[in-house]
């Protein structure tokens, strides 16, 4: 089945701004979606369809995709950005139809 | 506004059943999937399934196929997921969602699950 992998871990300062990746076989014609989890908190959806901003996300989260890897980009990061972070696609070819990447913990030095 | 609204924490024992719940309102249920993810201690989040309440298509991933049964009842606009044996690594945060464009755009707020003799 389709394979998403994403870094374990990202640091960042305050006030800069965090990459956070998610490769995939040519994932750049994918439909890329993007998951924000804080500790003991259900998942908010905060990237849609590659680029797409649900109501409510900031401005400071956007997400982009080229060839082998998909990116979620947050500026001005702040200490409330502080999550695990999920990107996911749907797998049409197998059973499996649903993949998530492992996740990627974002911490704010 | 649209909320999911999920049954709350249980506790069982190894081989006993469970069947927990997930409420939506503020949308037509019967035109969104509606799914379950887990998300066992410390690891990441896992797919198991959905079903569409228009139709009663249901979708499994194939770790979970067998494994567990999701259902609706249309009439209070709530969907199940339900074991027929837990065992000990059902042990568990269950969340459910509804799918808006192929992406899980709402969750409820989880239902853990504990399975210990």
Known sequence: SYVLTQPP???VAPGQTATITCGGNNIGTESVHWYQQKPGQAPVLVVSDNTDRPSGVPERFSGSTSGNTATLTITSVDAGDEADYYC????????????FGAGSKLTVL | EVQLVQSGSEVKQPGESLK????????????????WVRQMPGRGLEWMGMFYPGDSDARYSPSFRGQVIISVDKSISTAYLQWSSLKASDTAMYYCFTMENDAFDVWGLGTKVTVSP
């Open chain 2, 20 to 35: 927990i719940s997930c409420q939506g309102s503020g949308y037509i249920f019967t035109r969104q999937w509606i799914g």
């Open chain 1, 9 to 11: 871990s990202v640091s």
């Open chain 1, 88 to 99: 996911q696609v749907w797998d049409d070819a197998t059973d499996h139809l649903v993949i």
